[in-house]
């Protein structure tokens, strides 16, 4: 959850989701500095929600929405825990 918390990470994510793009593309796309965006990208590599694809000088990166649908499950299901135990309380 960390990776997405981040909102230039979440733009990058959305971006990713409709086509696979090089660091050209998403500096062009977000406005950001190359350090700044491969800062951002190894963060989400390191968390496993994107995938590099080197192609000559060039590196594409690819979402991977395995990662994405296996968070949305868990998160899913804790809010199906909270709203089934929204009125219990531990007593002090």
């Known amino acids: 959850m960390r990776a997405l918390a981040d909102p ?44 590099t694809e080197p192609c000559g000088r060039y590196t594409y990166y690819r979402l991977r929405p395995e990662v994405l649908e296996s968070l949305s499950e868990k998160l899913s299901a804790l809010a199906a825990t909270a709203r089934s135990s929204a009125d219990v309380r531990r007593p002090c």
Do not use: K, P
Request: hydrophobic share 45%.
């Open 8 to 51: 230039l990470r979440l733009q990058i994510v959305s971006l990713l989701a409709h086509e696979t793009l090089c660091t050209t593309h998403l500096i062009a796309e977000t406005g950001a500095r190359q350090t700044n965006l491969s800062n951002h990208l190894r963060v989400l590599r390191e968390a496993g929600v994107v995938e």
